[in-house]
């Protein structure tokens, strides 16, 4: 019967550490799957308002270019010369020079 009691023994053994095995398994898929899922939500929401502050910017931009085109539209030949700009019959523009310029500093 001792046998058969060791054998009994060597199954609880074998049984309770399963168990506990399979309960720390289940735990750490459950805490793995609170975390993953706070993280999904986390990462809707802000996602959400990078959206809302896409279209806020978007708004900005385009009461902007409105602005623009309005101001734009109201300068004319009249207003420029009211304030002081001359009609230009020969203009001359300013091209960049392409030729790198270095500046040195010598002691003397």
Known sequence: MTRFHTISHRIDLYERTLVLTLVAAITCTAIAYVYFLSVSVFSVVERNQAERSIENVRARVAD?????????????????????????????????????????????
């Open 64 to 108: 902007a270019e409105r602005d623009y085109a309005r101001v734009g539209q109201s300068i004319t030949l009249a207003l420029a010369t009211k304030k002081g700009f001359h009609v230009v019959n020969d203009p001359v523009y300013l091209a960049p020079d392409l030729t790198p310029t270095t500046i040195t500093m010598r002691d003397h």
